[in-house]
């Protein structure tokens, strides 16, 4: 028996559900689908990423910094220009080539997700 793969879509715990959705949109040009005072669902390109409302500190502990998603898209310039042209507090590597035929940028959210945009060299 054998079954086929749609979709894969992270869900994040989050502080602020308004915050890391207004990240995502205003920031990366993801659309919002779903927002509730505890639950929201992100899109771009048929893809989505989930956010719930962390239960206590002791989750967002526990998920900051040790959280990373690799986003493949097909211009990192580009998606690095929208980010640059919103002058975000958050840690970001601009593009550079990786040895593995990648060109990267990082961005980390609100909520210490280390995001990878990545585009084939």
């Known amino acids: 028996m054998s079954y086929t793969t749609k979709r894969i879509s992270p869900m994040i715990a989050v502080a602020n559900i308004s915050v890391t959705t207004a990240f995502y949109t205003d920031v990366l040009g993801f659309n919002t689908t779903i927002s509730t005072d505890n639950y929201a669902v992100v899109e771009k390109d048929g893809h989505t990423i989930h956010f719930m409302l962390a239960s206590d500190q002791s989750v967002l502990d526990a998920t900051r910094?040790?959280?990373?998603?690799?986003?493949?898209?097909?211009?990192?310039?580009?998606?690095?220009?929208?980010?640059?042209?919103?002058?975000?507090?958050?840690?970001?590597?601009?593009?550079?080539?990786?040895?593995?035929?990648?060109?990267?940028?990082?961005?980390?959210?609100?909520?210490?997700?280390?995001l990878f945009f990545a585009q084939p060299i």
């Open 65 to 114: 910094g040790h959280t990373d998603i690799y986003i493949e898209v097909t211009d990192v310039n580009a998606l690095w220009a929208l980010v640059e042209s919103n002058n975000i507090p958050y840690k970001t590597k601009a593009p550079f080539d990786q040895p593995y035929g990648m060109r990267e940028a990082h961005i980390e959210d609100p909520d210490g997700v280390l």
